[in-house]
T-cell receptor
Framework: GENVEQHPSTLSVQEGDSAVIKCTYS??????FPWYKQELGKGPQLIID?????GEKKDQRIAVTLNKTAKHFSLHITETQPEDSAVYFC???????????FGTGTSLTVIP | DSGVTQTPKHLITATGQRVTLRCSPR?????VYWYQQSLDQGLQFLIH???????AKGNILERFSAQQFPDLHSELNLSSLELGDSALYFC???????????????FGPGTRLTVL
């Protein structure tokens, strides 16, 4: 099965700085890679996703890059704000599959 | 608010007991997924139902079972509970059958289960 590794497990940045979270996956057949943000006491919420036919996707301050050859993908948050503080999960899955495989999460703290 | 509801929010019970967690998907969503989130682990996929039929099983213990009813709500039954079953249990829903296929999963707020 798929194995998704995520680093770092915790990340602290100053407000306004950038944050980068990295994930690797093992199944070369995985072709969909969502990122979820989980705030305290809430369920995960999709913030951005990327498919394997695309190398990069951007949505305002958030971007995701994908390197299929190396089997890794990254989340980039620029101009971080305190409200970005949360746990972020990466995941990998197949188009015709029935489940996501999640990373173990990164706890991001943005220091005002 | 994702539109997915889960009840109860908190559940405290004893080892050996049985509990039922309930999930109502977003209006129009036919797929329901169950996940377990422990303190030291990420989200572990348990099971996926689509329109009443089981579609995929993940790391679900034999003591756990689930079903999806004609009105599309789903229940996760946990029996012979052990201390290690203490966790957050999330359900998620999506429109289509393919859970890994780029179809956004909307997560509920979770049920926190504590086994004493």
């Amino acid at each position: 099965g798929e194995n998704v590794e995520q680093h770092p497990s915790t990340l602290s940045v100053q407000e306004g700085d950038s944050a980068v979270i990295k994930c690797t996956y093992s199944d070369s057949a995985s072709n969909y890679f969502p990122w979820y943000k989980q705030e305290l006491g809430k369920g995960p919420q999709l913030i951005i996703d990327i498919r394997s036919n695309v190398g990069e996707k951007k949505d305002q301050r958030i971007a995701v890059t994908l390197n299929k050859t190396a089997k890794h993908f990254s989340l980039h948050i620029t101009e971080t704000q305190p409200e970005d503080s949360a746990v972020y999960f990466c995941a990998a899955g197949r188009s015709l599959g029935n489940q996501f495989y999640f990373g173990t999460g990164t706890s991001l703290t943005v220091i005002p | 608010d994702s539109g997915v509801t889960q009840t109860p929010k908190h559940l405290i019970t004893a080892t050996g007991q049985r509990v039922t967690l309930r999930c109502s998907p977003r209006s129009g969503d036919l797929s329901v997924y169950w996940y377990q989130q422990s303190l030291d682990q990420g989200l572990q996929f348990l099971i996926h139902y689509y329109n009443g039929e089981e579609r995929a099983k993940g790391n679900i213990l034999e003591r756990f079972s689930a079903q999806q009813f004609p009105d599309l709500h789903s229940e996760l039954n946990l029996s012979s509970l052990e201390l290690g079953d203490s966790a957050l249990y999330f359900c998620a829903s999506s429109v289509v059958a393919s859970g890994g296929g780029g179809n956004e999963q909307f997560f509920g707020p979770g049920t926190r289960l504590t086994v004493l």
